[in-house]
Structures are given as structure tokens and as C-alpha cells.
């Protein structure tokens, strides 16, 4: 997709494009980890509650500034979180540890050790480290580290552009009332969420398409300039109104990789590169279209995105007991929608069942198990992998 450099803020949720490594040590100087006071550790050894050490309290550490004076043998001084270790200390004696005195005595109850409450230079860090390898997505806590060592543009893949379309005579936008025989295109606007939540563009081109084979190839047509990516949905099942395969077909350069896959709900899709840029063609139902989305879309779009190893096409996985028996789909993996359910120890799936067609079983689910190609079924009480929806 090409590199791009960004300003840190909009870095989140970017892919990187080359392996970043720290211009500098984090921490640059040792400081303090908790507030109290800078010492040599020797001064404190043997301090107890019933017989404290006592050392002469000689000022304070300002913050965001070079310590003013070093400690002496038997001194200390003022020191708050984070602020820079003074030269001639080695350690930090926690102020719940000590009491001062009206003479500037401070009275240390506990011994520290060379080191204690103290972060040292480069601990965090050593510069010239290599931080992240290029392909990683980056995280909220990988954009504070970029931060602390003053990244401020990292390199980073262009994100993808992917073209969301859908067609059907009987769809009608989101604003309209529908009328006999009519729906809303709900499609779109669901998938363009899930191109979202994988971090790329969509990009609503071309509205929603009639059942008319030259409105449907020019919007493909056009898609094909803007995008790197194209969906579609609807029309892609074998009838006579049905015109995508047609259309896409009629594209120069195209190329119909698959028409139909091995999957439930989801079995009509198309996949097809046309001069280069791949095109996935989505079931009209909406439970399909984003279960498709799911298994086949996101993993696609990772790698448009420059992910080195592409994660799972789910937010993630946990194990769950099945709560009734769920019979397979022949000749098919078959994916069934679940809502987790805990009963004391026990997270169970509870199967969400209901026709493609529907979108509610799909929003009371929480993500999906998959019964694998040639199983006949699972049984109530087994073990399943629950993947989960992005949350």
C-alpha cells in the first residue's frame, strides 16, 4: 500500500512499515521510583523502628532540574518520584520510612540497598535498541513508549482503501422509509464497521446499485480507481438476477478465483482479483456477509495492511463448554453464533440460532464456534473455541 510517515497522535492502530529502534536511553539519568530522600545506602544499613540511623537532611531535589549539590556521607536529600538522583547517592529511602527532626535531622527507620526505589539509566530502554520490528500494529502502550523517546513520525503503511458497495432492487438507504418488498441496505454500513475495526478506509463509492448489469460494472469500475480493496454484496448467488459474477467478469483483467466457498452461513462469495486488486464478493444476508467478513475479510485486509503475521481474523479466543448438541453442516465448516454465559466456574456457549437473513442473533452474540469440515457435530458438555467478535 506504500509508506507514509504519521504524526504519533494518528499512529494507533497503524502498521509499521520498517523496525523502529531508540534514538536515546529511557530512563536518560537514574531517578526515583518512589518520593523520600536520596541517600547512600551504606549511611541507612542497620536501621531498624528501635534503633533509626540518623543523617542530615541538607535540602531538596527540584523537579524537572539537575540535582544542585552532590550527598556527602551521612546527608541526604529531598526527592520526589521521578525526580534525578543526586551525585553520591545510590539509593531511595521511602518517606514512610523516615521523620525529620527540627534540627534537619532525618530519621531513617528502614535500611535500603545500593539500587532500591531507583530506575537506571537505559533500564527501560537502551538506546540503539530495537524497539518494534516493522509489521506490528501499533498498540496505545507502543504509542507512549514512541513518546518517552520523542518519535514523533514513524513510518508506517498507507492504510488501505476498500470500496463498500451494495446492490438490490429492493434496498433503500438508511434515511428512507421502505416500502412493500423494501429494506434498508444495512449491509454497508455493517461492513464498512468491520473494514473499521480492522484499521483501514472504507469508502462508501457509488451508493446503493440496482439488479442492472451496467450500473453495477461501472460502479466496479470506478471503485477499482479509488480503492485497493473491493466488496460487494448482494447478487452473488446463481439466478437470473443476479449479476455481480457477470459483472465482474466483464472487468479487464479480472479474475473469478472462487465462486462459492466451503462455509455456513456464507457459501455464495466471490473471490476475484481484477488487474491486481483483489475483490471479495459478500452474501446478501447480512448474518453471512459478516460472517464472511469474519473468516475470509479481515485476514485479507491484514495483509493489505502490511501486518507481518496477520493475526487471527478474530479479536480473540477463550475455551468455553458447549451448553446442547450443534449437528455440522456436510461437506462445509459451519460457524455458529454463541453468547458466553458464566455459571459459577463455568463459561458456557449458548448456541444463537437463526437464518441468515436476521441480524439480531448476530448482535445477542458475542462471536462464533466453528464445526469443522467433515465433523459431524459437537456434543452438549464439550470443550469448545469460542472467537470472538471485536468488542
Known amino acids: 500500500m506504500g509508506v507514509e510517515a504519521v504524526d504519533l497522535s494518528d499512529a494507533r492502530g497503524r502498521v509499521l512499515a520498517e523496525a523502529v529502534a531508540a534514538p536515546e536511553a529511557a530512563p536518560a539519568f537514574a531517578r526515583a521510583t518512589m518520593d523520600g530522600y536520596a541517600v547512600r545506602a551504606v549511611d541507612t544499613f542497620g ?7 540518623y543523617l542530615a537532611l541538607v535540602g531538596e531535589v527540584p523537579m524537572g532540574a539537575a540535582p544542585e549539590r552532590p550527598v556527602h556521607p551521612g546527608e541526604a536529600l529531598r526527592l520526589a518520584t521521578g525526580g534525578m538522583l543526586p551525585p553520591g547517592a545510590d539509593a531511595v529511602v521511602m518517606l514512610e520510612y523516615t521523620a525529620e ?14 539500587g532500591e526505589n531507583l530506575l537506571q539509566p537505559g533500564e527501560d530502554v537502551e538506546a540503539g535498541a530495537v524497539l518494534f520490528s516493522g509489521g506490528r500494529r501499533l498498540r496505545s502502550q507502543d504509542v507512549g513508549l514512541l513518546a518517552a523517546l520523542g518519535v514523533a513520525a514513524p513510518k508506517v503503511h498507507r ?12 434496498l433503500v438507504p438508511l434515511t428512507a422509509g421502505p416500502g412493500p418488498g423494501q429494506v ?13 475495526e480492522a484499521a483501514c478506509l472504507p469508502l462508501p463509492v457509488g451508493g446503493l446499485l440496482p439488479d442492472d448489469f451496467a450500473a453495477i460494472r461501472g460502479a466496479l469500475a470506478r471503485a477499482l480507481t479509488e480503492a485497493d480493496l473491493i466488496l460487494i454484496s448482494g447478487g452473488s448467488s446463481v439466478g437470473t438476477r443476479d449479476l455481480t459474477l457477470k459483472a465482474i467478469q466483464d472487468l479487464p483483467g479480472a479474475e473469478i478465483l472462487a465462486h462459492g466457498v466451503a462455509i455456513r452461513p456464507g457459501k455464495p462469495t466471490i473471490l476475484a482479483d481484477v488487474g491486481g486488486k483483489p475483490l471479495l464478493g459478500l452474501p446478501g444476508h447480512p448474518a453471512s456477509a459478516a460472517v464472511v467478513m469474519e473468516v475470509l475479510g479481515k485476514p485479507l485486509l491484514a495483509r493489505l495492511a502490511g ?23 456436510g461437506g462445509r465448516e ?17 448456541p444463537v440460532l437463526g437464518p441468515s437473513g436476521l ?13 469443522p469440515l467433515g465433523t459431524e457435530g459437537l456434543n452438549r458438555d464439550e470443550t469448545v473455541t469460542v472467537r470472538l467478535f471485536a468488542g
Open 359 to 371: 441480524l439480531s442473533p448476530m448482535v445477542k452474540s458475542d462471536g462464533l464456534v466453528m464445526i
Open 47 to 53: 536501621a531498624t523502628p528501635g534503633m533509626p540511623q
Open 334 to 350: 459451519d460457524f455458529v453464533r454463541v453468547k458466553l454465559r458464566r455459571e459459577g466456574d463455568t463459561l458456557f456457549a449458548d
Open 101 to 114: 527532626h527540627p534540627d534537619r535531622s532525618l530519621e531513617v527507620r528502614r535500611a535500603v540497598a545500593p
Open 307 to 329: 501486518l507481518s503475521e496477520p493475526p487471527p481474523p478474530w479479536a480473540g479466543t477463550v475455551t468455553a463448554t458447549l451448553s446442547r448438541n450443534l449437528a455440522g453442516a
Open 184 to 196: 434498508r441496505d444495512s449491509n454497508a454500513w455493517m461492513v464498512a464497521a468491520q473494514v473499521a
Open 159 to 170: 492504510r488501505p482503501r476498500v470500496a463498500v458497495l451494495s446492490s438490490g432492487d429492493e
